[in-house]
């Protein structure tokens, strides 16, 4: 079964006259960037020379002037608000720094380990992540203004604590991937069998592993009849009841996640509601909440660093805001 | 000290060769446009060229032109919120048949976080943990854009094509 979902974008190719064209552009602004960097290299090394005449220029100028017992302060040039940040890896990042207001002091954001960058959000003192926007927009001149936003859990590890129908999530999840590995290598000795019998060799395959490092000769053994010949439709009806297994988990884990989902909003629903937090509405598993900036200071819940808050977003589809609440793929 | 990588000419030829189509998909999806992506392509090797960073792997080289190509995606959207689109015509003759361009469609279609998410995972095979590092998001935030960017094209994708 090939991911639809890279079927189809693999069409998607650059045209044979692009890439020629793209390419002697690419060789072009490598001749010119060498030479730029030997103007660069010849300019920097000029620039020194004169940094460090000048350099010396003060300190005569500074010596003179201590000898002669004048006062003499020197300020830091400081920079504040805005900083730039170039990077090579394509952004020049701007990055404001957060202006002091009550009650939303950025609490990890400034350090050097926060787990979110500024890029994506805020984590405030209550330990509840924003995104960068709606974060923008409570703390700025609509604090007073009501906003819908939806609350998700962001820490990932909460969900493999969960518990469903007895079962640990994190086993439910597991079977999953479990499904996918044996899927991958039956279609691998699948591979390896078919090219065994259309070479027409010695018929018999001798790799011990499959592409993903897995030991395949039980499998190649499995699947070969007395005669030596490969064993194609016992395969393939291995695969098919395999993927049908796959759909079967696939299904489970989906209302497994379901229940994380709505048992979250539930309970983050009541914490909310504690906080005097009243306007809250769970819709397809998710707490939706209607807020004020100035309300939302006054959140101090239990379960820190697990709200992931984002702004409803009402152009996204209907399904998403109160459709099914299915997520099998 | 790390060595300084030196880009001979059969480096940057054989580097263009391998990662161009890949990089011009992922633009092509993110800016609907040909031009754009073709420029985008473009200035994600003169970056190449032009930094002097060496790579431990192959795998090392390919996640960071992709951060290069999907920051510079990023910038170009960010530029220019009157982005000019190609109808999806244009981008749905890329596939071979109605139900691949369906999912073509329903994939541009998303909000510009979930689609190169998507991309990157379902795509390019890429792990949550990576694409967190390739994006500069946590891991949890790429779990959850991962998850609503299945719920959105499942949702876009019933209610047009099926």
Redesign the interface.
């Known amino acids: 079964m090939e991911?639809?979902?890279?079927?189809?974008?693999s069409?998607?190719?650059?045209s044979e006259e692009?890439?020629r064209r793209?390419?002697s552009?690419?060789?072009k602004?490598?001749e010119s960037?060498a030479n730029k960097k030997n103007i660069i290299r010849f300019t920097a090394i000029a620039a020194a020379i004169c940094v460090l005449m000048a350099g010396g220029i003060i300190a005569a100028v500074l010596i003179d002037n201590t000898d002669s017992g004048k006062n003499i302060e020197i300020k830091e040039a400081g920079i504040y608000g805005r900083e730039t940040k170039g990077?090579?890896?394509?952004?020049?990042e701007v990055t404001q720094k957060p202006e002091s207001t009550p009650g939303y002091q950025t609490s990890s954001a400034d350090t050097e380990d926060a787990?979110?960058?500024s890029?994506?959000?805020e984590i405030l003192s209550n330990g509840i992540y924003y995104e960068k926007e709606l974060y923008e927009k409570l703390r700025g001149e609509f604090s007073e203004k009501k906003t819908e936003m939806v609350i998700?859990?962001?820490?990932?590890?909460a969900m493999y604590l969960f518990s469903f129908e007895g079962k640990s999530y994190y086993d439910i999840e597991a079977q999953l991937i479990k499904d996918e590995l044996e899927i991958k290598r039956l279609y691998n000795v699948k591979n390896m069998l078919t090219q065994e019998s259309s070479s027409a060799q010695d018929g018999q395959a001798d790799a011990e592993y499959d592409p993903y490092g897995q030991p395949v000769d039980e499998l190649l053994k499995k699947y070969r009849k007395a005669d030596g010949k490969a064993d194609i439709q016992q395969l393939e009806n291995d695969i098919a009841q395999t993927e049908k297994k796959m759909q079967t988990d696939s299904e489970y884990c989906a209302k497994a996640?379901n229940a994380f989902f709505l048992d979250f909003a539930e309970k983050a629903q009541q914490d909310l509601k504690n906080c005097g937090i009243k306007d809250t509405e769970i819709i397809n598993n998710y707490c939706h909440i209607t807020a004020s900036g100035k309300e939302m200071e006054k959140i101090n819940v239990k379960r820190k660093n697990m709200y992931?808050i984002e702004q409803y977003?009402p152009q996204?589809?209907?399904?998403?805001n109160d459709?099914d609440t299915v997520?099998a793929? | 000290m790390k060595r300084k990588a030196v880009r001979t000419e059969e480096d940057i030829e054989s580097t263009f060769e391998k990662y161009a189509d890949m990089l011009y998909s992922i633009s092509l999806i993110m800016l609907k446009n040909s031009r754009d992506a073709e420029d985008t392509v473009q200035d994600s090797f003169i970056r190449y060229i032009q930094s002097d960073k060496s790579f431990e792997s192959d795998e090392h080289k390919k996640a960071w032109l992709i951060t290069v190509a999907s920051n510079l995606c990023r910038d170009r959207l960010r530029a220019s919120k009157r982005h000019r689109q190609e109808p999806i015509g244009e981008l749905t003759e890329f596939s071979q048949d109605n139900e691949e361009s369906g999912i073509l469609d329903a994939l541009t279609r998303l909000p510009e976080k979930y689609r190169i998410i998507m991309l990157l995972h379902y795509v390019h095979e890429y792990k949550v943990r990576e694409i967190a590092r390739m994006l500069d998001i946590s891991e949890s935030a790429a779990k959850m854009r991962l998850k609503k960017g299945r719920e959105l094209l499942r949702d876009i994708y019933r209610k047009e094509y099926m």
């Open positions: 991911n639809p979902i890279r079927k189809s974008v069409g998607i190719r650059l692009s890439k793209m390419l552009q690419i060789k602004e490598a960037g990077t090579d890896e394509g952004t020049d787990p979110y960058t890029e994506t959000g998700s859990c962001h820490e990932g590890e996640q992931y977003d996204m589809p209907q399904s998403y459709g997520i793929e």
